[in-house]
């Protein structure tokens, strides 16, 4: 669609259309302008660094010598030079055990937020955009799904899919998808209104093309920022999964295997549970400062 200049007229009295080249400038120039902003929050760089310390941690836990299935001293002894972060009742080195632990949460976590992002995404965008009957039959079926209790939802959504990686993945895209959905609903519901989808339909561009050339673009910082938030959601609710017993199961390196596995040495070997519990909040508080800054910065 051409873009138009408000208020300026050609040389026959017609609204006049805006060089396309000025308009990719200005984007790319309000795109750095974003980026800088980002680049000098303390919140934003610090988060990003811890997430990306457990990127490297869950890719490369070999490369540092870790033994996290082997007794590698003895049985709850405390944080040490020996074992930082002590060891649990099995005589396992805590540390190699929460490195280890973020390759499931980390593959787990991001992929099904990012299956939830495009399954939420794509009907939020279907029902902001033809409204009608096909918003109301979304709307009411999300309304039903977000009534639900989400302990009781995954606890069905597991004896219907299994606890394979694939399945958890899917499990995760299906409980975040409602809520994404509804946002980014309302932020096409926003857009609606606007001039430019009013001229893309008078000008009979499909809705396929006019949701994806003309209103995505204009909602894709609402997906990013969901996409993050989701982040952090869905790697605590996988966390919480094999807490209960429904995601990974022993012997597997799991940070909510091993807080369940190890709660009952809280009093005697806090470390044991405590180590596992600030990897889970770090990612999720990380997570979550990284979508509080992007909106910031969007706004």
């Known amino acids: 669609m051409t873009a138009v200049v408000p208020g300026a007229l050609d040389t026959e009295g017609r609204p006049a259309a805006a060089d396309p080249s000025s308009t990719t400038i200005a984007a790319s120039r309000s795109s750095r302008r974003g980026w800088r902003a980002l680049l000098v929050r303390p919140t934003f760089l610090v988060s990003a660094a811890i997430l990306?310390?457990?990127?490297?941690?869950a890719i490369g836990w070999h490369a540092f010598g870790l033994?996290?299935?082997a007794k590698t001293g003895g049985l709850l002894l405390a944080p040490s030079g020996a074992h930082w972060f002590g060891t649990d009742s099995l005589g396992r080195?805590?540390?190699?055990?929460?490195?280890?632990?973020?390759?499931?949460?980390?593959?787990i976590g991001p992929l099904g937020a990012a299956l939830a992002t495009v399954l939420g995404g794509t009907l939020g965008l279907l029902a902001g955009y033809h409204r009608g009957w096909v918003d109301t039959a979304l709307m009411r079926f999300f309304d039903v799904l977000l009534a639900l209790p989400s302990l009781i939802f995954l606890v069905v959504?597991?004896?219907?899919?299994?606890?394979?990686?694939p399945a958890l993945i899917l499990i995760v895209g299906v409980l975040f998808a409602p809520g994404i959905a509804r946002i980014v609903r309302a932020a096409v519901l926003v857009e609606m209104g606007k001039s430019y989808v009013q001229a893309a339909r008078l000008q009979g561009e499909s809705g396929f093309?006019?949701?994806?050339?003309?209103l995505l673009p204009n909602v894709v910082g609402v997906f990013v920022i969901q996409a993050v938030l989701s982040l952090g959601a869905a790697i605590f609710i996988t966390a919480s999964l094999s807490f209960l017993g429904l995601g990974s199961q022993p012997p597997a390196a799991d940070w909510g295997l091993d807080i369940n596995a190890?709660?009952?040495?809280?009093q005697a070997a806090w470390?044991?549970?405590?180590f596992p519990g600030i990897a889970v909040a770090s990612i999720v508080v990380s997570a979550n400062l990284i979508a509080d800054n992007l909106k910031e910065v969007s706004e």
């Open 52 to 57: 990306l310390w457990w990127v490297v941690l």
């Open 262 to 266: 190890n709660r009952a040495y809280l």
């Open 67 to 69: 033994q996290p299935y």
């Open 209 to 214: 093309r006019a949701m994806l050339t003309e």
């Open 157 to 165: 959504l597991v004896g219907a899919f299994g606890v394979s990686t």
């Open 271 to 274: 470390w044991t549970v405590v």
């Open 93 to 107: 080195d805590v540390f190699a055990r929460v490195a280890a632990g973020a390759r499931p949460a980390l593959l």
